[in-house]
């Protein structure tokens, strides 16, 4: 290999290029070779993350470089050193080193020295004289031919019009870029722009988009065996901007032990304690963002970085409010942060200025908060949904502030429907529901003035605003994706095989990690799924509602300040109770569930009966609303925090129809489906249920036609066939709920679990279905207020109606009310009635009672 083709070498595939380094200076060439040899081996090292030994290699560079006589030689090593050492935190000394080297280039070489020096001004937040600098190196190296360093400046140059907000000549750059280095063979710069593109995407909302390029990213660097602090560092902003939570809090902390363990550049140190304090500050762990972004500060302005300083101090400052901290000297520091923001040209000022309002309205400095909050409101059209939504959430602060009550509606109104937007991008149901926490404050604003005014009608209008948004968009199923539908099968063959063996036995331990692998390659694949995209927004219509209510009541419950308030709507009424904390009904609701599965395990009840638990039940969760209901069907629209209520232990709710619906939009949709025109009727039956203990082999004599899976036959695929389009189908398996992984949750098959993802590749669910299976019900709040399981999946997907449990039951005592149901859907009764007739049919025995009062119905 030729000397120069080392450092074309260094920063695609650094193990390769140290390597050939050293084969080079073992043949002893001479110092224009040897110069050139440990400069390959300083550019590899600081790619690998060890920046003091690449620093002494880049120094021995530049000594033989001079020794050669070459000045062009020397100028080249010493570029690279005083990129390297700007990297190191030593932003002035490498700028020196830099600015000799500008000076004694010309042509396409100075072009390369350019491009080393705007790096460092990137570093060092000096954002116009890097693109400058860019600029002249872009027009220098295109009108040399040199792809590989026209590829450079131009990945520079995007960067920095993407720090700079212009992300449309960013791409056009990255795309540039992405073709030239994938010409020129650069394996790691190729997969560095790939992650720039990812940036441009999450900068214009599209999150799916960034997932899929920083994946693609994540799997380059990994096949080169790199680790890439950068990478970790824009994931961990993708992830908090998708409501993933919990995976940017494990992004952050892989990647600081990481750090810690292997050194690295102290710059990508400094930035990667800062991405892992704003994580943390997201997270609600204020102790931990404080500490990091303290730390984080300190490396900055050791760095001279006053841009990167002022945006840690502002997540210090951040962190003490969350923490609890006011008053005027956090308000003082606070305003001047938000200041230095401003003159920075930083992101985060708006952000900054409407904390400062904040602390500004607790502190009755009235004519200061209304500044700040001007500052926050200042829109900016072209800015990423989220800023403008932050931007409209100042707009609403102050128009609140103001006794403005119709400004603020209108700005909580434009900031949500920005987020709508933000939102359709997004295909994953997941990624949908989680983003709707954006809207948190917005929505709560408008719901807290309908409170304060006691208007039950302006409050079941906000109420719907942001309910159950995620699933509000008509659903399709998911197309063809044979990668995905492998990686599922994968999936099920190895949780079967797990189940043969022995829990401590090594088997166990390989398959349980190929679960993880597999479990994290689907749940990335469907996240990176895109959106259709924006859509006209259908208006809850308040009138309608009451028109198809009828003679059926609604009871739609709404936490506001953790107070629980329920709005009926009865015979064109509307009308609204306060009942109580929503603490105090959650805690309720978890006495009720223990005391069903202690009765499902055929435990005798000892204490207070179900009679005595159910009204305290009803008193916890209804409260003076249970006087309000009426004689006739009831649908209850709970909050995410009350989904896995057994509702008909409630005494005004046990003798009645009853269902259950994420909103009032759902329910009205659900009533107006049409059922398909052929009456299909699929019966499965899962393993490991005997026929004695499943309501199965009774169905099928009820339905001759129906198509019956059990004994082998219940496979996924042949269940998702039988599904699809059915007019009625009853699964009768063994459940679990994944609280970690939601839609993980499954009914368990003959080859394996049945997925929430494998429900989601129906092209249409049944139009009602009845899952007598253990949780089959239960679902994970997320979001603001969204659900994430089994049977919030099939809604959006055409089902009607679904019966299900939220506890365990007993298989035996599940037979006879499953049989029941059928009995009365027979006769033409909806899935309520039939339950609720089902139930009266049990009679009193205490197994009876609890098995008929787990099984809810949603829908209709």
């Not at 920046?51 to 050669?68: C, K, N």
């Not at 057994?646 to 939009?665: F, T």
């Not at 899952?771 to 999946?793: H, M, N, Q, R, Y």
Request: glycine letters at 8%; charged letters at 25%; hydrophobic letters at 45%.
């Amino acid at each position: 290999m030729a000397p120069d083709e080392l450092l074309t070498l260094a920063l695609s595939r650094p193990h390769d290029a140290i390597t050939g380094a050293q084969r080079l200076l073992a043949t002893e060439p001479s110092p224009w070779a040897a110069s050139i040899a440990h400069q390959a081996y300083g550019i590899g090292l600081r790619q690998l993350g060890d920046i003091d030994a690449a620093i002494r290699e880049l120094r021995l560079a530049v000594r033989l470089g001079e020794q050669s006589g070459d000045q062009q030689r020397e100028l080249d090593a010493s570029a690279t050193l005083g990129a390297t050492l700007g990297r190191a935190g030593q932003g002035k000394q490498g700028l020196a080193f830099l600015d000799r080297a500008v000076a004694g280039s010309t042509g396409a070489f100075a072009g390369r020295v350019l491009i080393r020096r705007a790096d460092i001004l990137l570093v060092l937040g000096r954002h116009e004289e890097a693109l400058e600098d860019l600029r002249n190196a872009v027009s220098r190296l295109r009108n040399a031919n040199d792809l590989v360093w026209e590829a450079r400046s131009r990945n520079y140059r995007g960067f920095v019009y993407l720090t700079l907000g212009r992300t449309r000549q960013a791409d056009a750059d990255f795309v540039v870029a992405e073709r030239l280095y994938a010409e020129a063979g650069q394996a790691f710069e190729f997969a560095e722009v790939r992650q720039n593109r990812g940036l441009v995407a999450f900068a214009q909302g599209n999150l799916p988009l960034a997932l899929e390029y920083l994946g693609g990213a994540g799997d380059r660097f990994e096949a080169l065996g790199v680790a890439w602090p950068d990478l970790a560092i824009d994931r961990c902003g993708v992830l908090l901007a998708a409501g993933l939570i919990s995976e940017a809090q494990e992004e952050a902390a892989r990647a600081v032990a990481q750090m810690e363990k292997d050194g690295g550049q102290p710059t990508k140190k400094a930035e990667l304690l800062f991405a892992a304090a704003k994580v943390a500050l997201v997270a609600a762990d204020p102790v931990t963002a404080r500490e990091r972004a303290e730390e984080a500060r300190r490396l900055f302005s050791a760095q001279r970085r006053p841009w990167w300083s002022a945006r840690a101090t502002m997540v210090q400052l951040e962190a003490r409010y969350q923490a609890g901290e006011g008053g005027p000297q956090l308000l003082r520091r606070v305003t001047e942060t938000a200041t230095r923001l401003d003159q920075l040209g930083a992101a985060e000022a708006p952000a900054a200025h409407l904390l400062a309002g904040r602390l500004a309205l607790a502190e009755g400095r009235g004519v200061t908060a209304d500044r700040q909050l001007e500052q926050a409101a200042k829109s900016n059209r072209g800015a990423p949904p989220l800023a403008r939504a932050l931007s409209l959430l100042g707009k609403a602060l102050r128009s609140e502030a103001r006794g403005d009550i119709s400004g603020m509606l209108a700005a909580c109104s434009r900031g949500l429907d920005v987020l709508d937007e933000h939102r359709l991008m997004m295909g994953a149901t997941e990624l949908r529901a989680r983003a709707t926490a954006h809207g948190a404050e917005l929505a709560r604003l408008a719901l807290r003035d309908a409170v304060r005014r006691t208007d039950p009608e302006r409050l079941l209008i906000c109420s719907e605003r942001w309910r159950a948004t995620a699933f509000a968009a008509e659903a399709t199923g998911a197309p063809g994706d044979t990668q995905l539908d492998a990686d599922l099968a994968a999936l099920r063959e190895i949780v079967r095989r797990a189940e043969r063996l022995s829990l401590d036995s090594p088997a166990t331990v390989a398959l349980e990690r190929d679960r993880r692998r597999l479990e994290q390659a689907i749940r990335s694949r469907t996240l990176e799924a895109r959106g259709a995209g924006p859509a006209t927004r259908t208006e809850f219509n308040l009138d309608q509602l009451v028109t198809e209510l009828g003679d059926t009541t609604l009871v739609e419950l709404v936490e506001v300040d953790d107070v629980l308030s329920a709005i009926v709507v009865r015979d064109g009424r509307i009308r609204l109770h306060e009942v109580g904390p929503l603490s105090d009904a959650s805690f309720e609701v978890e006495r009720a569930r223990f005391r069903l599965r202690w009765l499902a395990r055929g435990r005798p009840l000892t204490g207070p009966g179900l009679d005595v638990i159910g009204e305290r039940l009803s008193a916890a969760v209804l409260g003076d609303a249970a006087a309000d209901l009426g004689d006739g069907p009831v649908v209850v629209v709970p909050p995410g925090r009350l989904q896995a209520l057994p509702w008909q232990l409630l005494p005004p709710l046990a003798d009645r129809a009853v269902s259950i619906a994420p909103s009032s939009a759902m329910w009205m949709r659900a009533r107006r489906l049409q059922p398909p025109a052929e009456r299909k009727v699929a019966l499965v039956l899962g393993p490991g249920l005997t026929a004695g203990y499943s309501e199965i082999p009774l169905l099928a004599e009820r339905y001759p036609a129906a198509t019956v899976l059990s004994g082998g036959a219940a496979t996924a695929d042949a269940v998702l066939r039988a599904l699809d389009g059915a007019w009625l189908a009853h699964i009768a398996a063994h459940g679990t709920f994944r609280s970690d992984s939601p839609l993980f949750s499954s009914l368990q098959l003959d080859d394996g679990p049945l997925t929430v993802y494998d429900l989601e590749r129906l092209q249409r669910a049944p139009y009602r279905m009845v899952l007598s299976s253990c949780d089959s019900g239960l679902a994970k709040p997320v979001g603001a207020d969204e659900l994430l399981g089994l049977t919030s999946s099939l809604l959006p997907l055409g089902a009607a109606g679904i019966l299900a449990s939220v506890v365990p039951v007993s298989d035996q005592a599940a037979v006879p009310l499953m049989t029941a149901v059928h009995d009365r859907l027979a006769k033409g009764q909806s899935l309520a009635e039939a339950l609720a007739g089902a139930r009266a049919e049990g009679g009193d025995d205490p197994l009876a009672v609890a098995t008929a009062a787990s099984f809810v119905v949603l829908g209709v």
